[in-house]
């Protein structure tokens, strides 16, 4: 795979790091936060909140149900999708460094990956062409304030759904199931560990900041948490061994492995479940049921899995059967 072919190994991959992020910098700063909590509710006289929505979320993977078929667009009448159609390009926010998912390629300077390939996919089904697509960096804190600002028409960030978010923003059907995991030093032998972070006693490990996985982290008795900014900051740490290990979801994980062969994430089961969804505005239930159908035939095409094995294959193995979706959700 050819992001796999580029790895910058040990410290290299830091110092390639923190050249993205001075470049990012310039435009907006970007935190690296995989599984961040849901910030304060933010009032907006646009978009309330539903007070069926705690109802409603008994799975918060249910989004609603997909269009019959893709209308051409001289059909579509609802008024958000007519205002991304007559600006002429569609608006997404994304990660610029979250390897394999949404990063910055360092030398042909494009942001790529998993989640890219997915807003690329929505691009070309609304204009014909995926080149109509004007990517947005964003950090994890600004998904929900700029999506109810309509700063950006979709949200493709590698982001869990969840009840509490469904109350102020809308998602697509699930498209990917991570789950918390954990990173560690390759062995000698050359056998991945089945090590658990409970495993770790008396030893430090990393997590960003003002995260779910912190918070999870913080439960295990006996293991030192080491905050850092974001995961970036964590391979630091753990290059210089002031962190014994990483824990983060699979995907952030296998990128980070990714980029430091030194490194390997454990075959242990996931802590958690992470489901990932497309976010979008609460009121844009159109839109989200548009895109709902995109999800669903590249799952039924094989489009989902060549996706998945062109980013996750190498490290994760070859792709899985692609997440089932829920639909039915209520308006």
């Known amino acids: 795979m050819k992001t796999l072919s580029r790895r910058a190994n040990g410290p290299i991959a830091a110092v390639i790091a923190a050249a993205g992020a001075l470049v990012l910098s310039a435009c907006t700063s970007v935190t690296y936060a995989e599984t961040p909590l849901p910030p304060p509710p933010v009032s907006s006289s646009t978009t309330p909140a539903s007070p069926a929505t705690p109802v409603e979320c008994d799975n918060p993977t249910q989004s609603y149900d997909p269009l019959p078929s893709i209308p051409s667009s001289g059909d579509i009448t609802d008024e958000s999708v007519r205002r991304i159609l007559d600006r002429g390009h569609l ?13 910055r390629d360092p030398l042909t300077n494009r942001i790529e990956g998993f989640d890219i390939d997915l807003a690329k996919a929505v691009a070309k089904s609304l204009f014909g062409s995926e080149s109509k697509l004007q990517l947005r960096v964003i950090t994890a804190a600004d998904r929900i304030p700029l999506l109810e600002k309509r700063e950006v028409d979709m949200v493709a960030r590698n982001m869990t759904m969840n009840c509490d978010r469904w109350t102020k923003v809308g998602f697509s059907t699930e498209y990917y199931h991570s789950g918390q995991k954990l990173l560690v030093a390759t062995d000698p032998s050359g056998k991945v560990p089945n090590t658990r972070i409970e495993d770790l006693q008396g030893k430090r490990v990393c997590a960003p900041r003002a995260t779910s996985t912190l918070e999870k982290l913080n439960t295990v008795t006996g293991v ?3 905050p850092a900014a974001d995961h970036t900051g964590c391979l630091v740490l753990f290059q210089q061994g002031k962190a014994d290990a990483i824990t983060g979801d699979d995907i952030v994980l296998a990128g980070l492995a990714a980029q430091d062969p030194y490194t390997v994430v454990t075959s242990a089961p996931a802590i958690t479940d992470e489901p990932y969804g497309l976010a979008f505005n609460k009121e844009d239930v159109y839109l989200t049921r548009y895109v ?13 899995k060549a996706i998945y094995n062109r980013w996750l294959a190498e490290p994760l193995g070859p792709a899985p059967a692609p997440p089932a979706g829920v639909h039915g959700r209520g308006t």
């Open 91 to 103: 608006v997404v926010g994304v990660s610029a460094d979250t390897f394999l998912f949404g990063a």
């Open 292 to 304: 709902n159908r995109i999800l669903a035939d590249l799952k039924a095409d094989g489009g989902w």
């Open 224 to 226: 030192e948490p080491v």
